[in-house]
């Protein structure tokens, strides 16, 4: 950082007067640059000592990001990936012989007249983390002939989003839709109304299930959870992250988690209207001085009537900092940002980072490093997509902000995103709350004509899943093939070009059964789908 003084000859101490004091204070308003990088628990940190140290943080990663790759990005921007792939790319799915099969859960005489009692989860996670709760909640409501309370969401440590059930889906549908699999009741009667999440914070408490393990057996639930349904006619499981395995279950349990993922969560209207309007417009752009309408469910048809409608690709970039800092890769910011990363890191999960005992190159090669912008970007073009691709960007939080897509950006000029498609009157019901944003996007994924995320997580593994069992085209990028091509500083655009394509012959939405230990909401064939 560079600071420059303003000297005036005839007073030649005033300068260096401001300067002496200035590099007094400067320890004081910033003391985690004079302080050794250690490795101290979140603990030890100060409140004050936090707000500066962000402060520097801050400044340590306010740097101009450069393209890493540079004679790819050039050859791309000069558009030499044309060789006949577009059509190709927007070419629907073929049917793959499968088709989506629940009719056997939807049977009238499933639901026994007498419940063992209610039953409470209480889910961690984001959107689609607790998305699968909820399914794997129903199936275990199923298992134990209980009546479901309709799920608690924990507010997230993260993103601090207190949004509830019925903020971000229907719940009557919901309920509709599975009343003759599970009883479920928005509420407790009375007589159990002391159970609430306050309750199980306070004390050890016999109604609580704490130590569910990972990926449990239907028997571990009929063996530790029905006896305390049956003693006390409410059970409350809390964590309930990943509870419920994906094997050796009957086919109607299997059937039913995904009834309740493809047919049973939909999201509120208003999420709904706000995803149609954004849809709508990437079909049919605006024109260049037609300002957004502020009603949204006041759809124009009759000039789109006249206009074709647009393909557009949706892609997920999962980038932001925790992303960034848990996987312990450079991304290209210099000293400053990796010192910044791994202060980061070191305050959040202390040393359980395994990656950060591996070299960048090591991690690269082995595809564990999340793409950038610039590298997704570097993907698409390699793909065949070109600079009038209808791009919308599905993401809450970019690591880096526009300097970090400023790049993507350049190859793919129509990209769009919630704010550019939305007025703020049009987004008021969701600024600020994560899960909803996230539902926005994932309504908006589920009607584009390309999926794409940028790397693994749970919104890329609810849309596979989802995409697949409506057999819709998803590019899943090859993580290990890229991190080793972005390492070969001496690759041509044409040997880049033909390795890409060679590798993602078969992962633009072929359907792959799913294999033990697999999540059925990523893989839902075999389970819940049956051969055409």
Avoid at 133 to 152: E, H, Q, R, S
Wanted: a positive charge.
């Amino acid at each position: 950082m560079r600071f420059h003084y303003q000297i005036h000859y005839h007073q030649p101490l005033k300068g260096e007067a401001i300067a002496g004091l200035f590099l007094l204070l400067f320890p004081v308003l910033l003391p985690c640059l004079f302080t050794p990088f250690t490795y101290a628990s979140p603990s030890t940190f100060s409140k004050r000592k936090s707000t500066n140290c962000a402060l520097r943080l801050f400044l340590q990663e306010w740097n101009v990001i450069k393209p890493r790759h540079l004679s790819l990005l050039r050859s791309a921007l000069e558009g030499k990936s044309s060789n006949g792939e577009q059509s190709d790319l927007w070419t629907p799915l073929a049917d793959q012989g499968w088709r989506p099969c629940l009719e056997s859960v939807n049977t009238p005489s499933a639901l026994p007249q007498n419940s063992e009692g209610y039953l409470q989860v209480f889910l961690d996670g984001g959107l689609n983390q607790q998305r699968m709760g909820i399914c794997d909640a129903v199936a275990v409501a199923k298992i134990l002939n209980a009546t479901l309370v309709i799920p608690y969401l924990e507010v997230n440590p993260v993103w601090q989003d207190s949004s509830s059930f019925m903020d971000i889906y229907d719940v009557d549908h919901f309920i509709n839709v599975l009343k003759d699999d599970v009883s479920i009741v928005k509420e407790l009667p009375d007589e159990f109304s002391w159970s609430t999440r306050e309750y199980y914070a306070t004390a050890i408490r016999a109604t609580r299930i704490k130590r569910a393990p990972v990926h449990a057996s239907a028997n571990w639930y009929l063996e530790n959870v029905l006896p305390v349904l049956q003693s006390y006619g409410i059970a409350a499981i809390s964590p309930f992250s990943h509870r419920l395995s994906f094997d050796n279950l009957p086919s109607e349990i299997q059937q039913l988690r995904c009834k309740v993922n493809f047919k049973a969560l939909v999201f509120v209207p208003h999420i709904r209207a706000l995803g149609d309007a954004i849809v709508h417009r990437l079909r049919y752009p605006p024109g260049e001085t037609e300002a957004l309408s502020s009603d949204y469910l006041r759809v124009t048809t009759d000039q789109n009537d006249k206009q074709r409608p647009q393909k557009f690709v949706v892609l997920h970039l999962r980038f932001d900092k925790d992303m960034a800092a848990h996987s312990a890769c450079d991304f290209g910011g210099g000293k400053a940002e990796k010192l910044a990363l791994a202060k980061y890191r070191q305050t959040i999960w202390g040393g359980r980072v395994l990656n950060s005992q591996f070299t960048d190159e090591e991690l690269r090669s082995q595809g564990r490093c999340p793409l950038t912008p610039e590298e997704i970007g570097l993907l698409l073009a390699a793909l065949g997509f070109d600079n009038s691709t209808r791009l919308y960007l599905a993401s809450h939080k970019v690591y880096g902000g526009e300097a970090r897509i400023s790049t993507l950006r350049e190859l793919f000029p129509l990209m769009e995103n919630k704010k550019s498609l939305a007025s703020s009157e049009e987004r008021a019901r969701i600024k600020g709350k994560a899960s909803l944003l996230a539902a926005v996007d994932y309504y908006v994924g589920m009607h584009s004509d390309i999926f794409v995320s940028a790397s693994p997580g749970n919104m890329h593994n609810a849309l596979v899943g989802h995409r697949t069992f409506e057999n819709m085209k998803t590019i899943r990028p090859n993580m290990a093939l890229l991190g080793q091509l972005f390492l070969d500083k001496n690759i041509t655009w044409l040997e880049f070009r033909q390795a890409v394509a060679e590798g993602h012959q078969n992962r633009q939405g072929q359907l792959k059964l799913r294999k033990p230990k697999q999540s059925i909401y990523t893989y839902p064939a075999p389970d819940c789908m049956c051969r055409a």
